[in-house]
């Protein structure tokens, strides 16, 4: 008909007509079903309703994947990679590119509607409410304890002030045990050190050691105010690494990494309290029924999930965490409402700390590049990282159109000048070669340099034919290795030989 609708005696859907379209489509009826429910496709009767089913039946196989699958990650609104493979040409290499990043990491597409969108349940919240009411046990016995010290001579209390405040200077030490001795009354010592963060009231202990006419003053006996100063230092610190051991055991992550996410990185949903700190305060020997500290520890949850995943450290999960566009851990959504974080952001981390193998998994190399004072600095510490030329690399960088430090922040940019120079090694030629060669209209001579590029330098017995791939399919091969695996048969077919000793059958 005129308006694109079949002909299908009155009929205006293709639900009609299962029998004749589940064959033609090679779809079951349940998967049918499943695209005729999604953004993808639609139930009319129409030309372009039953292309669109034809499509995705097709780049479901193409890519190996479910139908379900595909509905589950295909979609700009519903799908959880927020991408339309059949908006454009290039939505559609995006999306294979996304699908592949997904495969390499091994996550499942569950895991990830969890983590990134709180789908479906990735925990046992049951669990959750028994871990949590066996640390507000701990904790109650850790506070009914601390009640029965005494400091005497004051090395117990300098001991454990020396342990709580490491990171604060000497003489601010010193002072705080002055305050305790009452030869000091200065409050700027309490309020430097006294902070929410480690879940010290500033206030409290000005009353209790300072404002003689609080209620809460304690007096002026030294032994009094020593032991009323230590039992709060110490509860602290034991209250502290209950939290950190609890978590280490039930997410089955190294102490330091728990320490630095509940201590340094989470916070409590909706509020600016620290994820530990919340922790801290939790009571009751029952499982809780609210559900601040039920979402604080699943923030912790899917935050541990994802270290896991990329095997994230300690020392590195607070630098990578949120960065540009990277995933930010401290922002996943833990109930009904937040905001669903993108696996756009999710990849791009994973694709960032991917770099780490080029340099060896040198310890926080990423932030020692982007942390030198200037671009060629930069780029001299990449090389070296990397074993690369330093030369080679800051003239392809700059013909990239690089030239800040700023630059290497994005990962894009690495993985660019990683490609320059690994095609390179691969083929034997250095990156300047390369970077001479990657002009969009080559002339005569630099097309035949590409056709025939210069043997490498290093030598090889007689008679032994050389290895090296051919030039040509290895820079196609590094720029879109989904197409050339996935794609229609006719595409394939169009691979021809590129030399006696480099067949191209595609796969």
């Not at 909706?270 to 609210?290: F, N």
């Not at 270290?307 to 996943?332: F, I, M």
């Not at 990449?382 to 392809?396: F, I, K, S």
Request: glycine residues 8%; contains cysteine.
């Amino acid at each position: 008909m005129g308006d694109g609708t079949l002909q299908g005696e009155g009929q205006t859907n293709l639900g009609a007509h299962l029998e004749v379209v589940l064959p033609a489509l090679q779809l079951s009826e349940a998967d049918y079903q499943r695209l005729v429910d999604s953004e993808l496709a639609g139930d009319a009767l129409t030309f372009a309703n039953l292309t669109g089913l034809l499509r995705c039946a097709l780049l479901a196989k193409a890519l190996r994947l479910s139908v379900e699958k595909l509905v589950t990650l295909a979609g700009v609104s519903a799908g959880l990679l927020a991408s339309d493979p059949f908006a454009s040409s290039a939505e559609t290499r995006r999306f294979v590119a996304m699908v592949d990043g997904l495969r390499a990491s091994g996550v499942t597409s569950a895991e990830l509607d969890w983590l990134l969108r709180d789908v479906g349940e990735g925990v046992d919240l049951g669990q959750i409410g028994l871990d949590l009411a066996v640390l507000g046990r701990g904790l109650a016995v850790i506070e009914e304890e601390c009640q029965q010290l005494v400091d005497p001579d004051g090395a117990a209390l300098a001991t454990n002030v020396d342990a709580l405040f490491a990171d604060a200077s000497v003489q601010q030490r010193s002072d705080l045990l002055a305050i305790v001795e009452g030869s000091s009354q200065d409050e700027a010592t309490i309020d430097a050190l006294f902070v929410a963060a480690l879940d010290l009231d500033a206030g409290a202990a000005k009353a209790a050691l300072l404002d003689d006419q609080s209620p809460s003053y304690i007096g002026a006996d030294v032994p009094t105010r020593r032991a009323w100063l230590l039992v709060v230092i110490v509860s602290v610190l034991r209250r502290r690494a209950l939290v950190v051991d609890t978590l280490s055991a039930s997410l089955s992550i190294p102490a330091a990494l728990a320490s630095e996410l509940a201590f340094g990185l989470l916070h409590e949903p909706g509020t600016t309290t620290l994820a530990g700190v919340s922790l801290m305060r939790t009571t009751g020997a029952e499982p809780p029924t609210t559900e601040p500290p039920t979402n604080t520890w699943l923030r912790l949850a899917k935050a541990a999930a994802v270290c896991q995943q990329l095997e994230l450290g300690a020392d590195e999960v607070t630098w990578y965490s949120g960065r540009g566009d990277w995933l930010d851990l401290d922002a996943l959504p833990v109930q009904t409402g937040d905001a669903a974080a993108s696996f756009d952001a999710w990849n791009r981390l994973r694709e960032a700390l991917g770099l780490r193998s080029a340099w060896k998994r040198e310890p926080m190399a990423h932030a020692s590049v982007v942390g030198e004072a200037s671009f060629s600095a930069a780029v001299a510490r990449l090389a070296q990282l990397c074993g690369w030329d330093a030369n080679a690399l800051e003239a392809a960088a700059t013909s990239l159109g690089y030239g800040q430090v700023a630059d290497f922040e994005n990962e894009r940019a690495l993985q660019r000048l990683r490609t320059i120079a690994e095609t390179g090694a691969r083929v034997g030629l250095g990156v300047d070669v390369l970077d001479g060669w990657a002009s969009q209209a080559p002339d005569v001579a630099q097309a035949t340099a590409i056709k025939r590029p210069p043997a490498p330098s290093t030598t090889r017995p007689a008679g032994q034919r050389s290895r090296r791939p051919c030039a040509t399919r290895s820079a196609s091969s590094s720029e879109t290795p989904s197409s050339t695996r996935y794609w229609h048969s006719s595409t394939l077919a169009r691979a021809t030989t590129c030399s006696s000793t480099c067949s191209s059958t595609w796969r």
